[in-house]
């Protein structure tokens, strides 16, 4: 007689599990693939009108794929009320701890040493560290319920507040203090140009023509990364329960594939000597997850009568913690080698190591 386990509500045989995760796979490449077009078309975009736009299309972008996921998953499945927070988790390990680690260590290993523009470097940690402490680590401390939670009124508190300071950080970055962001790397004096250069580009028919175009794909893409990625990681989350393997590896799978595009793109910046564009890709992920996922997660959750449990076990605190320290500590020298890469990667590798062996 065959065994069977309930899957989506459904019975499905222990015989198919390795069919099922054939297609698991396969859905995971095409919507890495998918993925990688939408960043793509947002590249594209950046050429055109440059930073930090180019930043910021990327990273909202990701936030869209964020929320549709999370949303989608918290739909179809009671079991797992923690996907949210190991989502979260996993997408401020990878953006601080791998992301900038890997940009750091690939640019110091070929550069030997980079700078990096400090000023725009803490702006960014100094709205993640706090940020991140309210999402995962207050909730563990608070009384008004039982258990890692927040009551309604502290969850619509920590969204609007973090709304509101995205909205400042957005005004600082693209208006009052752009300067912070830029490469110091840079010709100063080739600033005024490029500014005009973009103005006199963007009355030209012909640039607004691929504008159009590049656009118009990156929403197209977009959606069809949305439908893929909502089922994937229904069924990443499924597999999980049924083998009874940690609920939080499915946030960090689905982190893994919504970061893979900007993990690219800051390795990629990093190895041609522009740390500070990896350190505006990689920390702006961070914080837009922070300030516009967790915002809009809350605010659908508490209207929905979603369940969540948003505090992070001592083990992920302790690395959460440690991971922000070290990198505050490095940022706020101005200038990376490959041994302050390498402690960030393997803090990542230990809080990933600590999900399996707990």
């Known amino acids: 007689?065959?065994?069977?386990?309930?899957?989506?509500?459904?019975?499905?045989?222990?015989?198919?599990?390795?069919?099922q995760g054939l297609v698991i796979l396969v859905l995971f490449f095409v919507t890495l693939s998918a993925v990688f077009r939408v960043t793509h078309h947002a590249d594209e975009l950046a050429e055109v009108l440059g930073e930090p736009y180019g930043t910021l299309i990327l990273t909202i972008s990701a936030t869209i794929i964020e929320v549709a996921i999370m949303v989608t998953v918290l739909g179809n499945s009671e079991g797992n009320p923690t996907f949210?927070?190991?989502?979260?988790?996993?997408?401020?390990?990878?953006?601080?701890?791998?992301?900038?680690?890997?940009?750091?260590?690939?640019?110091?290993?070929?550069?030997?040493q980079q700078t990096v523009n400090t000023e725009g470097a803490m702006t960014y940690l100094g709205l993640i560290v706090p940020l991140a402490i309210l999402v995962l680590v207050l909730p563990n401390f608070t009384d008004s319920t039982?258990?890692?939670?927040?009551?309604?009124?502290?969850?619509?508190?920590?969204?609007?507040?973090?709304?509101?300071l995205y909205a400042i950080f957005l005004f600082i970055q693209t208006m009052r203090h752009r300067n912070l962001f830029d490469d110091h790397a840079e010709q100063t004096g080739a600033k005024p140009q490029r500014r005009e250069r973009l103005r006199n580009l963007i009355r030209q028919p012909a640039t607004r023509r691929i504008l159009a175009v590049h656009t118009g794909l990156l929403?197209?893409?977009?959606?069809?990364?949305?439908?893929?990625?909502?089922?994937?990681?229904?069924?990443?989350?499924?597999?999980?329960?049924?083998?009874?393997l940690p609920d939080a590896l499915g946030g960090l799978m689905v982190a893994m594939l919504i970061l893979a595009p900007e993990c690219v793109a800051s390795a990629g910046a990093a190895l041609r000597n522009r740390l500070q564009r990896?350190?505006?890709?990689a920390l702006g992920s961070g914080l837009a997850t922070l300030s516009l996922t967790?915002?809009?997660?809350?605010?659908?959750?508490?209207?929905?009568?979603?369940?969540?449990?948003?505090?992070?076990?001592?083990n992920e605190m302790v690395m959460l913690l440690a991971t922000l320290w070290v990198a505050n500590i490095t940022l706020a020298a101005g200038r990376t080698n490959l041994m302050q890469g390498a402690v960030l990667l393997v803090l990542f590798l230990t809080f990933g190591f600590l999900i399996v062996v707990p």
């Open 294 to 314: 967790v915002p809009t997660i809350l605010l659908i959750s508490s209207h929905m009568g979603y369940p969540l449990l948003l505090g992070v076990s001592n």
């Open 1 to 19: 007689m065959a065994t069977y386990v309930a899957i989506n509500q459904a019975a499905v045989p222990v015989e198919a599990w390795p069919r």
């Open 219 to 244: 929403l197209v893409n977009l959606l069809f990364v949305v439908l893929l990625a909502e089922e994937l990681a229904v069924l990443i989350d499924n597999r999980l329960e049924s083998r009874d």
């Open 278 to 281: 990896s350190v505006n890709i």
């Open 84 to 112: 949210v927070r190991d989502t979260i988790a996993a997408t401020v390990m990878i953006t601080v701890g791998f992301m900038l680690g890997l940009s750091m260590f690939i640019g110091a290993f070929i550069h030997r």
């Open 146 to 164: 039982i258990g890692p939670t927040l009551a309604l009124a502290q969850e619509v508190f920590i969204a609007i507040v973090a709304l509101l």
